[in-house]
Structures are given as C-alpha cells and as structure tokens.
C-alpha cells in the first residue's frame, strides 16, 4: 500500500491533467485569450462613451461564453449537448443585459438596449473563440466596433444638422 502522500500527490496530478499537452494548452489559452480581447475591444469602447457596462463586464461575458463551450468541447460533448449548453448561455446572458435596459419612469424613453445588445454579442463572440471560430469571431468583432463606433457618429452628425435646421427655422 502507498504512503498516504503518494495516494495525495497522484490524485492531485489527476486532477490537474484535464489539459495534457503542450497543443492542447496552446488551444485552450488561444481561444481564452481571443474571447477576452476581443470582448476587451467591445467592453473599451462603450466604456469610453460612458455605458454602464464597459471594459471589464465585456471581457468577463466573452470569457465566461467561452469557457461554458470550450469545457464541454475538450470533455468531448455531442452537438446535441453542445446546443443545449448554447441555449442556457444566450438564456443567461439574456438576462444579464436586461438589467442593462431602463425605463425612465417620466419619460417614454427607454436607454441601454445597445449595451444590452454588446453584451448578447459579446456572449456570442466569445462561445465563437471558445468553439475554435476566432477568425468569425474578430470579423464580427470589427462589424461590431464599426456598428458602434463609426454609426454613432454618423447618427450623431446627422442629429447635429437636423437639430441646427430646427434652430434655423425657429
């Protein structure tokens, strides 16, 4: 019988031993290392406009989608398992950005359904890192950092000269 500090040291190393080679660890850190950046690049810039959820939130949305697909994959899941995990993470991520969305009482106007919206794709870029599509999921992060950065400020421009003619005509 083994000393009891063997029997420890093995089960430990057991454990330990759900990433066994050197490929494997480059796979897993890749896809995790994506999903945070890019979810990163998303989170930096409705932070920087000011949004409630910024940097941070992102980067933990992207990374908590991947993990939920990438664990899953690497225990060798079947496609139909692998959907359902889909559906609870797009379900819990759902409501996560929910309580982004207000509903000024006095008003009729409604503020956080884009970054609710960031969220929810950044959920979905991250389970594309995690699932090994990181090509899709920088394409989509470029679509996404062109929807949010470069149409704000051509919505913003076209407000601008709308508002100005208003001012005219007063």
Known sequence: MNPWWIEVAQTVREEFSDISDPSQVTRVCIRLLV?????GLLGYERESHGN??????????????AL??????EAGITPADLSRVLQGVITGVGFL??????????????KGLTTAASIWL????????????????ILSTLF???????????MSSKD??????IEKAS
Not at 144 to 154: D, H, M, P, S
């Open 144 to 154: 996404a950092l062109f929807i949010l950065a470069v149409l704000r400020k051509a």
């Open 35 to 39: 999903a945070v950046v890019l979810g």
């Open 122 to 137: 950044t959920a979905a870029i991250g389970v594309a890192a995690g699932m090994g599509r990181e090509s899709t999921a």
């Open 97 to 110: 950005g929910a309580g982004a969305i207000i509903k000024l009482s006095q008003e009729q106007e409604i």
């Open 52 to 65: 409630s959820a910024g940097f941070r939130t992102h980067m933990l949305v992207a990374l908590g989608a």
């Open 68 to 73: 939920f697909v990438l664990v899953p994959l």
């Open 160 to 165: 601008n000269k709308a508002s100005s003619r």
